[in-house]
C-alpha cells in the first residue's frame, strides 16, 4: 500500500512541476477571475484547508481519542498528503500562469515549496532510514565474517604478511593483482583473497552509512521547517482571498 501510495504522490508531483513549468509557455490573464477559474481557486483554497485536520488530530489528544477509533491516524496522514499535492496543482490551473500579481506568484510559489517539501520529508527520510538499517544490518554480517577471516590469518602469519605491504593506498588498489581471487591454493590463499573483498565491502558500507547520516541531519529540521512555510502560505492565501473579496467579488453587489 505504502509503494503504491508513492508512486501515485511522485506522479502527482512530477504533474505539479509540470504545470509550473507552463508559466513559460503559456499565458492567461482573464482565466483566474472566469467562471471554471474561480471553481479552481475555490477547489485549491478548501483542499489546502483538509491537510490541518491531521496536525490538529495529531496534537489534541482530546480529539486524537474521539476520532482515530472512527478514523485511523495513518488514514488521516494519507488525506493530509493526496490534499497536500492536489491543492497546488489546482492552485496553478486557477492561476492562469498569470504573472501580474506579486501576491499570486508568492502564494504560487509557496504552494509549490510546502508540497515539495513534504514529499521529499515523507518519502525521501524514510527512504534514508530504511536504507541506513539494511545497510547497519549488512555491515554487521560483514564484520563478522571478516572477524572469522582475520582469526584464520592468525593461525597462519605467513598468509598474513602477504597482506601487510598492501595497507597503503596505492598499493591497496593494486592488491587484486597480487592477491587474485582465482588460481592454485599456493599462490592464491582463500583467507587473504576473502579478507581483501570483506575490507573493501565494509569500507564501502561506511562510507554510505555516513553519507546517510550527513543526509538525515540535514532533514533532521525538516519538519519545523516544513510547518514555518505552511503557516506562511496559509497566511498568503487568507491575503489572496481578502484581496479577491474586497478588489474584486464585493463589487459585484
Not at 592488491?175 to 587474485?180: C, D, E, R, T
Request: positive net charge; charged residues 15%.
Amino acid at each position: 500500500m505504502q509503494e503504491r501510495e508513492r508512486t501515485i504522490v511522485t506522479g502527482l508531483v512530477v504533474l505539479l512541476l509540470i504545470l509550473a513549468l507552463g508559466f513559460y509557455i503559456h499565458r492567461d490573464p482573464r482565466f483566474p477571475g472566469s467562471l471554471m477559474g474561480g471553481v479552481l481557486g475555490i477547489s485549491a483554497a478548501a483542499l489546502m484547508l483538509v491537510p490541518l485536520a491531521y496536525l490538529i488530530v495529531k496534537r489534541i489528544p482530546l480529539l486524537r481519542r474521539h476520532i482515530t477509533p472512527a478514523v485511523s491516524m495513518r488514514t488521516l496522514l494519507a488525506i493530509h498528503i493526496y490534499a497536500g499535492v492536489l491543492a497546488p496543482i489546482l492552485g496553478v490551473l486557477h492561476s492562469g500562469h498569470k504573472f501580474q500579481s506579486s501576491l499570486g506568484i508568492a502564494l504560487t510559489s509557496m504552494m509549490i515549496i510546502v508540497a515539495v517539501s513534504g514529499f521529499v520529508g515523507r518519502y525521501l527520510m524514510s527512504r534514508f532510514s530504511k536504507d541506513v538499517r539494511e545497510q547497519q544490518q549488512l555491515l554487521a554480517g560483514l564484520r563478522v565474517a571478516y572477524e572469522r577471516t582475520a582469526a584464520e590469518l592468525t593461525k597462519e602469519p605467513e598468509l598474513a604478511g602477504r597482506l601487510r605491504p598492501l595497507t597503503g593506498f596505492f598499493t591497496r588498489l593494486a592488491a587484486p593483482f597480487f592477491v587474485p581471487e582465482s588460481g592454485s591454493l599456493a599462490e592464491a590463499p582463500a583467507a587473504p583473497a576473502r579478507a581483501l573483498r570483506l575490507s573493501e565491502s565494509i569500507a564501502d558500507l561506511e562510507y554510505a552509512i555516513k553519507t546517510h547520516e550527513v543526509f538525515r541531519e540535514a532533514f533532521r529540521r525538516w519538519l519545523p521547517c516544513h510547518i514555518v512555510i505552511a503557516i506562511v502560505l496559509y497566511a498568503l492565501l487568507l491575503l489572496h482571498i481578502w484581496s479577491a473579496w474586497y478588489f474584486g467579488i464585493r463589487w459585484l453587489t
